[in-house]
């Protein structure tokens, strides 16, 4: 498991290379060759930040915008988190690094998969700098391979075994609607997981 968010005496001035370092990834093109539109990076950070969102890649609605999470996937995983809109999108609580920061185009079953490049260039040097983090949601595949390695074969061990990495990693189905059929055979999830989690979402958020 990727240790992130340790508490390790950042100061002021660190706060300021992330914004710097945030600024660089807005400006990178590593991937470019790759992908079907102009790199557009997607990406929220601020170094007080206490909930990390690990998600996958950015839509091509998230592209548009410039915003992660603007389409049907944001709706239900805000749902989820019972968190509203303006706090979701407060980069001082909320940081949303997805596994690559630009869109990857579609396949025959979705999104193509995360450029490898992106994790691997920026990912490590990122998480150091957000030292305040009390929950990491890691959504969907590729995040879980990259945060627990070592968790299970499939999303759905992976997110059944939530409370061996509870209080501080939730594992997370994707939110896309392509995943209706597993949250239909997956009662559990909303039924059980759901409710512990917007409490825990909650509890951090009242603290300030």
Not at 2 to 13: K, P
Not at 124 to 129: D, E, I, T, V
Not at 137 to 159: C, E, F, N, R, W
């Amino acid at each position: 498991m990727v240790t992130i968010g340790m508490n390790t005496g950042h100061s002021f001035t660190d706060g300021l290379v992330l914004d710097e370092l945030a600024a660089g990834i807005r400006q990178c093109r590593l991937c470019s060759p790759y992908l079907p539109l102009e790199p557009r990076p997607v990406l929220q950070v601020g170094a007080t930040a206490r909930i990390l969102v690990a998600s996958q890649a950015p839509g091509r609605k998230a592209h548009a915008s410039g915003r992660p999470f603007t389409d049907a996937s944001g709706e239900r995983l805000r749902a989820w988190l019972g968190m509203p809109r303006d706090v979701f999108y407060d980069r001082s609580q909320v940081a949303i690094v997805p596994m690559a920061f630009c869109y990857p185009g579609t396949g025959r079953a979705g999104d193509l998969p995360p450029r490898p490049e992106c994790a691997a260039a920026w990912r490590a040097r990122l998480l150091q700098y957000l030292p305040h983090l009390q929950l990491t949601l890691v959504i969907g595949q590729y995040a879980m391979a990259y945060h627990l390695p070592h968790a299970g074969k499939t999303v759905t061990d992976i997110v059944g075994n939530w409370r061996q990495y509870w209080p501080d990693t939730v594992p997370l189905p994707h939110p896309s609607p392509r995943n209706n059929l597993w949250l239909q055979r997956n009662p559990w999830f909303e039924a059980e997981l759901i409710p512990q989690l917007q409490q825990r979402v909650g509890a951090i958020l009242q603290q300030g």
